[in-house]
């Protein structure tokens, strides 16, 4: 009896691990839930923080007149484009280069927890699962300019 157990179980592990394995290598839509409510606000904070004095408070790049002109980090034209690129990208981009006045020293949580208030403001609906910062998950979420 306990060896059918253990048996039945070690099936049911098996399938669940081909199962995580095929949906990592299944590109998914940034419109499927791939950030939380909760990572969106923390994401706000860090904006507040940190990226409103060159991007504006609406992320739409009307920020402080004696800073650098910025662009819109959100909204239909930033998702155009980046469209057809994965959330890899931005996030590199990101962590490696933002904030422009002092590069690399926001944490990958932060970078991820900024892309996630990014998709938030450009409408996109938040889900269960937060932004990950792992590079193979983030690989496989696909940036789509509509849903
Ligand atoms: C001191 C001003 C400044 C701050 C602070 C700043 N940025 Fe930027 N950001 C810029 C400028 C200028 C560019 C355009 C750079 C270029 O085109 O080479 C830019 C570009 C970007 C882009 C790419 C936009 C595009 O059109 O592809 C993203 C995304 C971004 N910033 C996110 C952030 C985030 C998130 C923060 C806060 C953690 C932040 N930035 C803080 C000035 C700033």
């Given amino acids: 009896m306990k060896r059918w157990i253990a048996l039945i179980?070690?099936?049911a592990l098996a399938s669940t691990a081909a199962l995580v394995a095929a949906q990592a290598s299944k590109p998914v839509s940034v419109w499927?839930?791939?950030?939380?409510?909760?990572?969106n606000k923390r994401g706000e904070e860090l904006h507040a923080d940190?990226?409103?004095?060159?991007?504006?408070?609406k992320l739409n790049g009307a920020g402080q007149a004696e800073m650098p002109p910025s662009p819109a980090i959100a909204g239909e034209s930033f998702l155009r484009k980046w469209g057809g690129r994965n959330v890899l990208s931005l996030f590199v981009y990101?962590?490696?280069?933002?904030?422009?006045d002092g590069p690399g020293t926001l944490t990958d949580q932060q970078a991820a927890d900024a892309i996630a208030h990014m998709f938030a403001i450009s409408g996109i609906p938040p889900g269960n699962r937060e932004l990950p910062v792992d590079a193979r998950t983030l690989t496989n979420i696909m940036i789509d300019a509509k849903q």
């Fill in 9 to 11: 179980a070690g099936i």
């Fill in 32 to 39: 499927s839930g791939v950030y939380t409510a909760a990572q």
């Fill in 50 to 57: 940190v990226c409103i004095m060159c991007h504006g408070r």
């Fill in 94 to 100: 990101v962590r490696h280069t933002m904030p422009i």
